[in-house]
């Protein structure tokens, strides 16, 4: 065999193992059409929320860094999910990661779900709502201690309740 049909037979291997990686496994993919305990028609949510939100809750869109009122809250409360109000995350789980979106190193008990996320091509995990679906952020494995991980969340699909 010649080096140049070796290396272009391994580059083609390469490239179809990589396709099949990325692509979704038939239980991912079912996550998609989970049911939730709260669901509304898109018409519905629409009148539920704003533009913004609507847009990221339902839509999966991201907000621009930097532009959340949430990244510079400071104050002892919970992040509640801005479509049914579920509490997410806790305040003293909050850090700054520098990307310019709120992060937190780990949620509240049963309050998220998760899913194969493949919309930049890359798989990523998306974290959703797990009472509503609605669409928070992403989790990468970058974060801080104790988990390690960084809960990257649009702080327009939150809301912010203060500890009384």
């Known amino acids: 065999m010649k080096r140049r049909t070796f290396l272009l037979s391994g580059a ?6 990589g396709l099949y990686a990325l692509k979704p496994s038939t239980s991912q993919a079912l996550a ?8 509304h028609s898109q018409q519905e949510w629409r009148t539920l929320l704003s533009p913004d939100q609507f847009a ?24 509640n ?9 806790a305040s003293n789980t ?15 008990p049963d309050a998220v779900g998760t899913r194969r996320d493949f919309a930049l ?10 009472r509503c679906g609605g669409h ?8 801080p201690p104790p988990t390690g991980l960084r809960y990257c969340i649009n702080g327009v699909a939150m809301t912010f309740a203060p500890q009384a």
């Open 32 to 39: 998609e059409d989970e049911v939730f305990e709260i669901t």
């Open 81 to 89: 999910c801005a479509d049914c109000v579920l509490p997410l995350y």
């Open 136 to 143: 928070l952020g992403h989790i990468f494995n970058d974060g």
């Open 12 to 17: 083609a291997l390469a490239c179809v193992g």
């Open 94 to 108: 909050k850090f700054d990661s520098g990307t310019g979106w709120p992060s937190f190193y780990d949620s509240l």
């Open 56 to 79: 990221v809750l339902r839509e999966k869109a991201t907000e621009r860094p930097f532009t959340s009122a949430l990244l510079n809250e400071k104050r002892e409360g919970t992040y």
């Open 121 to 130: 091509f890359l798989p990523r995990t998306e974290v959703h709502c797990r």
